[in-house]
């Protein structure tokens, strides 16, 4: 089963160290960390209030990256059957 660990470099919660480690915890895990990525999966400076403001916008797309590697993950998936 394949693991996807998908980091934000922006994350208020939850750090790139604590991703490594859980990446660290599953050898075969693939960890991705993604710049300006925040806990919400919206590419947010890093600055607190903008940070804050991103939970309760909607209008804020997700980062375009991490689209990009979850349907990565999928079509990987999908090959392989």
Do not use: C
Not at 7 to 29: M, R, W
Not at 30 to 47: F, Q
Not at 57 to 74: C, M, Q, R, T
């Amino acid at each position: 089963m394949p693991v996807l660990i998908l980091q934000g470099t922006t994350d208020l919660t939850v750090g790139v160290n604590d991703a490594k480690l859980l990446a660290a915890g599953n050898p075969s895990a693939r960890l991705v960390v993604i710049e300006g990525m925040n806990h919400v999966l919206k590419e947010v400076p890093a600055e607190r209030e903008k940070q804050l403001a991103s939970y309760n916008d909607p209008s804020l797309p997700l980062a375009g990256k991490l689209v990009d590697e979850i349907a990565g993950l999928i079509n990987g998936l999908k090959a392989a059957n």
